[in-house]
T-cell receptor, first 115, second 115 residues
Framework: AQKVTQAQTEISVVEKEDVTLDCVYE???????LFWYKQPPSGELVFLIR??????QNEISGRYSWNFQKSTSSFNFTITASQVVDSAVYFC????????????FGKGTKLSVKP | DAGVIQSPRHEVTEMGQEVTLRCKPI?????LFWYRQTMMRGLELLIY????????DSGMPEDRFSAKMPNASFSTLKIQPSEPRDSAVYFC?????????????FGAGTRLSVL
């Protein structure tokens, strides 16, 4: 069975703090894909990043960085120098390479960044 | 380019009424997904289509729910009769190609309230 766990339900930080959102996944497939989506207060789901199971390189995009570790089945997301606009619910999701694959979502982490 | 377009954005109806949600996928995308988001269950897949053909409808809660994709540029999700427990945000997403690695892009969602 495939599963995504985001253990942090809510996180609150003060602006300019760094924050890491945890994501742990379960799958028996050797080929799979991991995604992060952002859901701001306006409600839409915005794609942030995709990673495949064969590429464990960390990725940085501006203030955002992602740490993928197969050994711990984790795909964590760090926001550096957080800003109020980062306040949103962040979802981690898994798609199996062995099928035509829908997304399995975690329950999400609500991030509140206070000024 | 236009993204995934959903209508209506908000729907308020009374128990027992028929509700139809609409989705226009991104032009050229082969796969279309319907998700439901609730506080209790998070984001869950209802049904998805590849090349207008329903592939997996195991997430459709019961016979009151039906979905169609008559052509590549339009899909509907119908609930008849609606019940208060159907209140949720319904998202449509589309994807280019049928592979699990491809990114799903989401519409803004339809917030349904059944009184």
């Amino acid at each position: 069975a495939q599963k995504v766990t985001q253990a942090q339900t809510e996180i609150s930080v003060v602006e300019k703090e760094d924050v890491t959102l945890d994501c742990v996944y379960e799958t028996r497939d050797t080929t799979y894909y991991l995604f992060w989506y952002k859901q701001p207060p306006s409600g839409e789901l915005v794609f942030l990043i995709r990673r495949n199971s064969f590429d464990e390189q960390n990725e940085i995009s501006g203030r955002y960085s992602w740490n993928f570790q197969k050994s711990t089945s984790s795909f964590n997301f760090t926001i550096t120098a957080s800003q109020v606009v980062d306040s949103a619910v962040y979802f981690c999701a898994l798609s199996s390479g062995g099928s035509q694959g829908n997304l399995i979502f975690g329950k999400g982490t609500k991030l509140s960044v206070k000024p | 380019d236009a993204g995934v377009i959903q209508s209506p954005r908000h729907e308020v109806t009374e128990m027992g009424q028929e509700v139809t949600l609409r989705c226009k996928p991104i032009s050229g995308h082969n796969s279309l997904f319907w998700y439901r988001q609730t506080m209790m269950r998070g984001l869950e897949l209802l049904i998805y289509f590849n090349n207008n053909v329903p592939i997996d409808d195991s997430g459709m809660p019961e016979d009151r729910f039906s979905a169609k994709m008559p052509n590549a540029s339009f899909s509907t999700l119908k609930i008849q009769p609606s019940e208060p427990r159907d209140s949720a945000v319904y998202f449509c997403a589309s994807r280019q190609g049928v592979l699990a690695k491809n990114i799903q892009y989401f519409g803004a969602g339809t917030r349904l309230s059944v009184l």
